[in-house]
């Protein structure tokens, strides 16, 4: 019956959006609902704590049904590279929250912040040790390493990564460095102006450079001494169409062969970022793109055997961080420079935008209903926790997803930032350890 009320709830709320809203954030509704659930139904149907919840909806899926119908298996194993200002903080607290409900072990930063052994390749006294000497996720900022850390996970650990367009990280990299206060660049696009001649405030950010060269390179674990380039190419080089003072552009050729996309780099540099992308898109099940977040989980879930309810996040964490130069554009000129100042950055990102929708391409048209379908749900998802409702809300089973259960309890997980994960998986670390200590 309460799963009746709140289905008909949402389809006046999708009628008529404006009356909704209205209505629906009155205190007479609120308290009509309430209270007249509470006469009717009482505490039928409400799940019990946190603890129960998790049982109840993390029985092992040996087989669950996802995509156009294949059987899989839940993987528990994997590592998420947290790329810089690339959205990464949205799909943390996904992670975070997955691994929490399944008492999966994290590996955890040693110090405060989210950060393990950043800006350095993680070692031993990073990370807080295992209480099983077994690690099944890993989801803070490292700098990726494969042989350091295939070393500490399981041999069927999943690995995936995020990234975004390189001028819009670079955008999100200004604003959270202060970059326009420490350059003292007043202009109304600081961004632009930085990029008009990046080369000329080299010597003043020195050791932060690498916030607006090739940041999203770096963390996938490129060694970028390689790419010091950071003025236009003198003519010499012969690159056709190029001339000095103009810089050379791949957009065009993305689809061309290695000796193309690379055409003005040195051959050897060259093939240390072909040869370095390529070991990324064999190790690596999935590099997400920010610009497409929603196909990029649904794409996630799929390969990881997960379900809908897996991947719900909040709505209102994403784009809340307005600042004056977030929507300005840039010339082509200041295009080109940043693509001569950043170019790994625009290699991976255009190479892994390309993956992602080749294997979009792959998983056939219901991909693109079960996209559909996951917006709504998230959608009504999000409606629902806004509402504060002390009732439960059942989703139904569909073609992608078993039936599931919200509650206040899953709500309030939606809503917590990743430094709230962070405390609680550091007090579920320290529990494991007194458990051991007790039985050991």
Same mark, same amino acid.
């Given at each position: 019956?309460?799963?009746?009320?709140?289905?008909?709830?949402?389809?006046?709320?999708?009628?008529?959006?404006?009356?909704? @809203?209205?209505?629906?954030?009155?205190?007479?509704?609120?308290?009509?609902?309430?209270?007249?659930?509470?006469?009717?139904?009482?505490?039928?149907?409400?799940?019990?704590?946190?603890?129960?919840?998790?049982?109840?909806?993390?029985?092992?899926?040996? +087989?669950?049904?996802?995509?156009?119908?294949?059987?899989?298996? /839940?993987?528990?194993?994997?590592?998420?590279?947290?790329?810089?200002?690339?959205?990464? $903080?949205?799909?943390?607290?996904?992670?975070?929250?997955?691994?929490?409900?399944?008492?999966?072990?994290? @590996?955890?930063?040693?110090?405060?912040?989210?950060?393990?052994?950043?800006?350095?390749?993680?070692?031993?006294?990073?990370?807080?040790?295992?209480?099983?000497?077994?690690?099944?996720?890993?989801?803070?900022?490292?700098?990726?390493?494969?042989?350091?850390?295939?070393?500490?996970?399981?041999?069927?650990?999943?690995?995936?990564?995020?990234?975004?367009?390189?001028?819009?990280?670079?955008?999100?990299?200004?604003?959270?460095?202060?970059?326009?206060?420490? &350059?003292?660049?007043?202009?109304?696009?600081?961004?632009?102006?930085?990029?008009?001649?990046?080369?000329?405030?080299?010597?003043?950010?020195?050791?932060?450079?690498? =916030?607006?060269?090739?940041?999203?390179?770096?963390?996938?674990?490129?060694?970028?001494? !390689?790419?010091?380039?950071?003025?236009?190419?003198?003519?010499?080089?012969?690159?056709?169409?190029?001339?000095?003072? *103009?810089?050379?552009?791949?957009?065009?050729?993305?689809?061309?062969?290695?000796?193309?996309?690379?055409?003005?780099? $040195?051959?050897?540099?060259?093939?240390?970022?072909?040869? =370095?992308?390529?070991?990324?898109?064999?190790?690596?099940? &999935?590099? @997400?793109?920010?610009? !497409? =977040?929603?196909?990029?989980?649904?794409?996630?879930?799929?390969? @990881?055997?997960?379900?809908?309810?897996?991947?719900?996040?909040?709505?209102?964490?994403?784009?809340?961080?307005?600042?004056? =130069? *977030? $929507?300005?554009?840039?010339? /082509?000129?200041? *295009?080109?420079?940043?693509?001569?100042?950043?170019?790994?950055?625009?290699?991976?990102?255009?190479?892994?935008?390309?993956?992602?929708?080749?294997?979009?391409?792959?998983?056939?048209?219901?991909?693109? +209903?079960?996209?559909?379908?996951?917006?709504?749900?998230?959608?009504?998802?999000?409606?629902?926790?806004?509402? *504060?409702?002390?009732?439960?809300?059942?989703?139904?089973?569909?073609?992608?997803?078993?039936?599931?259960?919200?509650?206040?309890?899953?709500? /309030?997980?939606?809503?917590?930032?990743?430094? $709230?994960?962070?405390?609680?998986?550091? /007090?579920?670390?320290?529990?494991?350890?007194?458990?051991?200590?007790?039985?050991?």
């Amino acid at each position: 019956m309460d799963n009746k009320l709140l289905s008909l709830l949402v389809y006046f709320r999708l009628k008529n959006k404006e009356r909704w @809203m209205l209505i629906g954030l009155t205190l007479v509704l609120s308290v009509i609902v309430v209270a007249f659930l509470a006469a009717n139904f009482g505490q039928k149907g409400r799940l019990p704590v946190s603890t129960e919840l998790q049982s109840q909806q993390h029985v092992d899926r040996a +087989e669950q049904l996802y995509g156009s119908g294949g059987r899989c298996r /839940e993987r528990t194993n994997f590592v998420f590279v947290k790329v810089h200002k690339c959205g990464s $903080h949205t799909t943390t607290c996904i992670l975070q929250r997955f691994g929490y409900e399944r008492g999966l072990t994290f @590996m955890l930063p040693a110090q405060d912040g989210p950060n393990i052994g950043y800006p350095r390749f993680p070692k031993t006294g990073d990370y807080l040790p295992s209480s099983n000497g077994v690690f099944n996720v890993i989801a803070d900022h490292i700098r990726y390493k494969k042989d350091i850390v295939t070393s500490l996970m399981p041999h069927d650990t999943a690995y995936f990564a995020i990234l975004r367009h390189p001028l819009s990280h670079l955008k999100s990299v200004f604003n959270w460095k202060h970059l326009d206060k420490i &350059l003292r660049i007043k202009a109304e696009n600081p961004v632009g102006r930085f990029l008009d001649t990046p080369w000329y405030y080299r010597a003043s950010i020195q050791g932060m450079v690498r =916030y607006t060269a090739n940041l999203m390179a770096y963390d996938m674990g490129l060694n970028i001494a !390689y790419f010091k380039q950071n003025r236009p190419l003198p003519s010499k080089l012969n690159f056709p169409g190029q001339h000095y003072g *103009k810089s050379p552009r791949i957009s065009h050729i993305q689809n061309g062969t290695k000796a193309e996309k690379y055409l003005y780099l $040195h051959p050897k540099t060259a093939d240390i970022l072909h040869q =370095y992308i390529t070991s990324i898109d064999q190790d690596f099940i &999935l590099v @997400m793109i920010l610009e !497409y =977040y929603d196909e990029s989980l649904v794409m996630l879930k799929r390969l @990881m055997c997960w379900g809908i309810r897996d991947i719900l996040y909040d709505l209102d964490v994403r784009n809340n961080e307005p600042y004056r =130069y *977030k $929507h300005k554009d840039f010339t /082509e000129v200041q *295009k080109d420079n940043h693509r001569l100042w950043s170019l790994a950055d625009y290699a991976f990102y255009e190479h892994f935008n390309s993956t992602l929708w080749e294997k979009i391409s792959s998983q056939g048209p219901d991909f693109f +209903e079960e996209l559909s379908y996951f917006k709504f749900i998230n959608k009504d998802v999000n409606w629902y926790c806004s509402m *504060k409702l002390e009732i439960t809300w059942t989703i139904p089973s569909s073609n992608w997803n078993e039936a599931f259960v919200l509650n206040r309890t899953f709500c /309030e997980w939606l809503a917590l930032k990743r430094w $709230h994960w962070d405390d609680i998986l550091k /007090e579920e670390h320290i529990k494991k350890w007194h458990r051991k200590s007790f039985f050991s």
